[in-house]
């Protein structure tokens, strides 16, 4: 460390000036200064000369095995290097953060494929115990319920009516999907409802495409058999950004039940008012019957419809689609992961990469500036403890 | 003293320690007073400094200079890890040499037992700018490197331990 310079007193600069022309040998210098240099230099210490032979056999050796080169301690392993050694740890703790955070919610092209599988999943496993089987076998069942007549009163008529069987339970669901894609791009993703619905085995029952130039907006009310909205649901949110996606259920099984139960009464009816018909013995007792048979009829077909309503709230889910075009341009990620999701996906890493850079200077800049103090401080400490084991030598 | 070098592991390193293991040894005895230590101090400077070639800067003052830095601090971290000065006031090799080297006789032999005895009698800081400028011929920019202070005050420093070693050598017995 070099302290400020000032200038030398005279006395001291000529004394320093005949100490250096007597250290010289010089002609002139003072002969007392002179004589005190030669009896100092007399009285150097001088090496032993096996000291100085080991000594030369270390440095060709180069203080290791033969042929080692000069080594030099990794920058952080010196004392200085220990504030970039916990710097270098915090950054790589970052980096595993960074890398956490952008494979966790930065992919775009993922992004709906997961959220609507995680939809799919959880609705799947929430309806799991009570959704309706295949549509062609709830589709039967209330005819089955109808046509035997020794199923139970109370059971809605399950395949092969056993009372071993548990009821099927009838559930009646409906879907509300929001989709905000760019304003551009109403059309196509109307289209896409229209032609996933299709795809699904559904219909649209109505629908409504508003678009301009700049703007547009598209509602849907669509009926997908139940089995296979899930699927449904997971590539309609494909289409576009999904701005919400509302799920509810109502079990309807009473209803299904109390429906086959009146169809069964009107048969049950049908079969008595026949077994009477053959009975009757006169006209009017004939032409009364008949016309019973005839209203009974009537009320077994209106039966079976009240019926086959309800097995359709069970078939065939409601989903109501509104579609808004409010999305930025870019969101669209039409299901694959193209360079447009990935040049999205880079630019939130790098946002995210940077806001923690941000946070982790905050942080590690008082660190630094706490560890340079303490570096200095430990410097000047084992300066002072130096100087002082100098002090105390005799 | 003149040592061989064969095969010098590093041309620079090599002549920096052929010029200056005498110097370092002698600076290193001054400061410790036992030869052991002061052979170790020697060794264990010059192996820092072999180490460390990377760290020499030029820009703050010589090679030799940089040396007698790494030589001052090994000999410092020795006394503080011995926690004890060294036992020896007068080395006996010096002494029994002292005789052989005079120049006419009694006189001379007297002479430098009292100069001997006065460089014993010196503070410690006195003892070890006598041996940078006389032993080592250091310059006094080059002390005021190893010394980490300004050339004016090593300058100072240096005039003050000539000017009390000369009052200690004319002081009587």
Known sequence: MRRRDLPLDPEVQRGLRELDAALAAEPAADPDLALLVADVRAARPEADPAFLAALDAKVHAGFAAPGAAPRRRAAWLRPG?????????????????????????????????????????????ALSSESASSPESAAAAPQQAAEDSSASKSAPAPAGGTETVAPQRRVERSVSLALTPPPDEVQDVADGVVRETQAAGGYVASSSVATSDDQGSAHFVLRIPSAHLDDALARLSKLAHVGSLTQASQDITATFTSAAERL?????????????????????Q????????AENRSEISRRKGD???????????????????TGRAGQHTGGGWTPGDALHDAGRVLEVSGGIAVVAGAVLAPLAVLAALALAARGAARRRRRETALDQAI | MELST?????????????????????????????RAAAEDVTAAAFERAYRRQASYDARRGTRRA????????????????????????????DASGAGSSGDDGGEAAVRRAAVRAALAGLDPRDRELV??????GLSNAEIARVLGVSESNAGTRVHRAVTRLRKACHAPS
């Open chain 1, 286 to 293: 004939i032409a009364t019957l008949k016309a019973r048979l």
């Open chain 1, 307 to 325: 019926l086959a309503a309800v097995a359709r709230r069970a078939d065939l889910a409601t989903v109501q689609v509104d579609v808004q075009g």
């Open chain 2, 6 to 34: 064969t095969e010098p592991t590093n041309a620079r390193f090599d002549a920096l320690y052929r010029e200056n293991a005498s110097d370092v040894f002698a600076y290193a005895m001054t400061l410790l007073r036992d």
């Open chain 2, 66 to 93: 940089w040396l007698f830095g790494i030589a001052r601090n090994a000999a410092l971290d020795e006394l503080r890890r011995r926690r004890r000065s060294a036992a020896l006031l007068v080395d006996p090799e």
């Open chain 2, 131 to 136: 041996a940078l400028k006389f032993h080592a």
């Open chain 1, 264 to 284: 069964a009464d009107a048969r049950a009816e049908r079969t008595s008012l026949l077994r009477a018909l053959g009975r009757a013995t006169t006209d009017r």
């Open chain 1, 81 to 125: 290097g220990v504030l970039f050694l916990g710097a270098g740890g915090s950054l790589a703790a970052l980096l595993v953060v960074v890398i956490a955070l952008a494979g966790g919610g930065g992919g775009t092209g993922g992004e709906h494929g997961r959220g609507s599988a995680s939809v799919s999943s959880s609705t799947a496993s």
